[in-house]
């Protein structure tokens, strides 16, 4: 069996730094992590491996070089091959664009039964890229996973919690399945694969490596959608007042508080 998970490099919350003029993320190697959401999709095929020793499963990212350091952290915790799709002209893609770059390297790189994603990404939350590159590789999918299991091989059930229920999916493989952040998480790495991932170099492929491809649907003047300006929030401190004996005159004080921030 072969496990595809889409792994995005997304820059630290706390580190973020924006470029003016082009209007997008400065991603600073430095100021990189793994995407959670995708880590929690990560772990799902892992216990999937964990139960059938002949999965194998590829991670797939998309970004500068710079993410290479950060992919390299993938194998340490058990995945067999990372993939990095790398090329200045999808600088500026969108999700929309993201996704079928990332469809067209999926079809490049073969066939797999089980494609798994985070619901989105922290510098995104968009949760537009897994089922769109569903719809472009024609496969079935299912959004927001809190549990997946696969069974015979040929089919995988996932758990999913919408409003305080539980509903339960069973779809045929060949599918993909978009998992809800912190419904698990990622295991620690061991130290052998620590080891191995020192000397480990991902497999990196450009644009050009992409049979069929159509580059105006890529980069910023592929998109469907722009920025048109960056408003960085500021937050006021927020005072807290404390009455005490306020029985004669309770209900004309909260309404006065009330008041107060109509």
Same mark, same amino acid.
């Not at 997304?10 to 992590?33: C, F, G, S, W």
């Given at each position: ?6 792994? @995005? ?13 082009? @209007?997008?993320?400065? $991603? !600073? ?23 059938? @020793?002949?999965? &194998? ?8 070089? =710079?993410? =290479? ?6 194998? =340490? ?25 990332? %469809? ?19 510098d995104g939350e968009t949760s537009i890229v897994p089922p769109q590159i569903a719809e472009y590789l024609n496969i079935p999918h299912i959004s927001f996973a809190t549990n997946i299991k696969v069974f015979d091989l040929q &089919?995988?059930?996932? =758990? ?14 060949? +599918?993909?399945? *978009? ?7 990622? $295991? ?23 049979? !069929? ?6 980069? +910023?003047?592929? *998109?469907?959608?722009?920025? !048109? ?25 909260? %309404? ?7």
């Amino acid at each position: 069996m072969k496990i595809l998970v889409c792994i @995005k490099q997304v820059v630290d919350p706390e580190k973020v730094e924006y470029n003016v003029q082009t @209007k997008t993320i400065k $991603r !600073n190697a430095q100021h990189l992590m793994n995407n959670p959401a995708d880590l929690s999709a990560l772990e799902f095929a892992l216990r999937i491996k964990d139960v059938n @020793k002949d999965v &194998h499963i590829t991670t797939l990212s998309m970004g500068p070089v =710079e993410c =290479e350091s950060k992919i390299k952290e993938l194998i =340490e915790v058990g995945c067999d091959s990372c993939v990095l799709l790398s090329d200045k002209r999808l600088a500026g893609s969108d999700a929309y664009s993201t996704a079928y770059a990332l %469809a067209k390297a999926i079809e490049n790189l073969g066939n797999y039964d089980l494609i798994l994603c985070g619901e989105s990404s922290l510098d995104g939350e968009t949760s537009i890229v897994p089922p769109q590159i569903a719809e472009y590789l024609n496969i079935p999918h299912i959004s927001f996973a809190t549990n997946i299991k696969v069974f015979d091989l040929q &089919h995988v059930e996932i =758990e999913r919690k919408f409003k305080n229920q539980l509903f339960k999916l069973k779809v045929e493989l060949p +599918a993909l399945v *978009s998992v809800k952040k912190d419904s698990v998480f990622l $295991r620690l790495p061991k130290l052998s694969l620590m080891i191995k991932a020192l000397s480990y170099t991902p497999q990196i492929i450009s644009l050009d490596d992409l049979e !069929n491809f159509d580059f105006s649907k890529v980069g +910023a003047e592929g *998109s469907k959608t722009s920025v !048109n300006r960056f408003v960085e929030q500021s937050f006021e401190d927020v005072k807290c007042e404390i009455y005490e004996d306020i029985e004669d005159a309770q209900i004309e004080c909260i %309404a006065n508080l009330v008041m107060r921030f109509l």
